[in-house]
């Protein structure tokens, strides 16, 4: 298997290894690879303590990283899933809320580690692309919204 020339590093406090069965199970093109337990005792752990959890998220690979609670997930990071209709913004936004996560806004989630990701519609990424009138309604109507709502960016595009 060949390694990857980036991959990114997630923080966890402790639950790395689920974090990354959780993508797995949710996410197309995703899988839980190698988990690397801790050789001995270190400060602050134990031998045989998960350290870190190699995984992939819709072809992105990924690091998770047992690293404690110094450090908290921001929504400086986010995964951004495309989606191409309702039905699959529905699936995977209610997977991550219904997790244990929280909505936030215009097509926000935070999940139950605290990261956070954006379902988003191509439809709306579309309407952004064109530019002019469309995307400024299509932002104004997103704007609106928590989880984005397919048919309401078509009739904003529509006009």
Known sequence: MMVAKNTICLWYD???????NFYARTFPDSVVGAVHRAPSDFP???????????FTVCGTPCI???????????EAFSFQIATDDQAETDRYWNAIVGNGGAESACGWCKDKWGLSW???????????MQGG?????AFQSMMTMKKID????????RG
């Open 44 to 54: 602050g752990g134990s031998a045989g303590q998960v350290l870190t959890v190699e």
């Open 150 to 157: 397919v048919a309401q960016i078509e009739a904003a595009v």
């Open 14 to 20: 402790q639950d790395a290894e689920e974090a990354a």
């Open 64 to 74: 998770g990283l047992n690293g404690g609670p110094v450090f908290q997930h921001s």
């Open 133 to 137: 009138a469309v995307a400024q309604r």
């Open 118 to 128: 954006q379902i988003t519609p191509r439809v709306l990424t579309d309407a952004m």
